[in-house]
């Protein structure tokens, strides 16, 4: 899988055919990060793929970021 740099912008800024391919990262995203989780400190594997520092790295912040803005603006999004 790819993680493309528009994994980090921000939501409102996209349009809605984008959001559901942001879906689609977010959730890849959310993979990674119970992968990680799952390995207690070990190595994690998702897919049968090594996940290696940096990916782990995007992904809680690609995280991160969708809990912090849906936290301020809820699901539905908001024009901050």
Do not use: H, K, Y
């Not at 740099?5 to 990674?32: D, G, H, K, M, Y």
């Not at 989780?37 to 970021?65: E, H, K, S, W, Y």
């Not at 849906?70 to 901050?80: L, Q, Y």
Request: net charge positive; charged share 25%; glycine share 8%.
């Amino acid at each position: 899988t790819t993680w493309p740099i528009a994994a980090c912008c921000r939501r409102a800024s996209r349009s809605s055919a984008s959001r559901a391919v942001r879906t689609e990262e977010l959730a890849q995203a959310r993979r990674v990060v119970d992968a990680v989780a799952a390995a207690d400190g070990g190595i994690a594997v998702l897919d049968g793929n090594m996940v290696g520092p940096p990916f782990a790295r995007l992904a809680r912040t690609t995280v991160a970021r969708d809990d912090a803005w849906t936290s301020r603006f809820g699901r539905a999004g908001g024009t901050a």
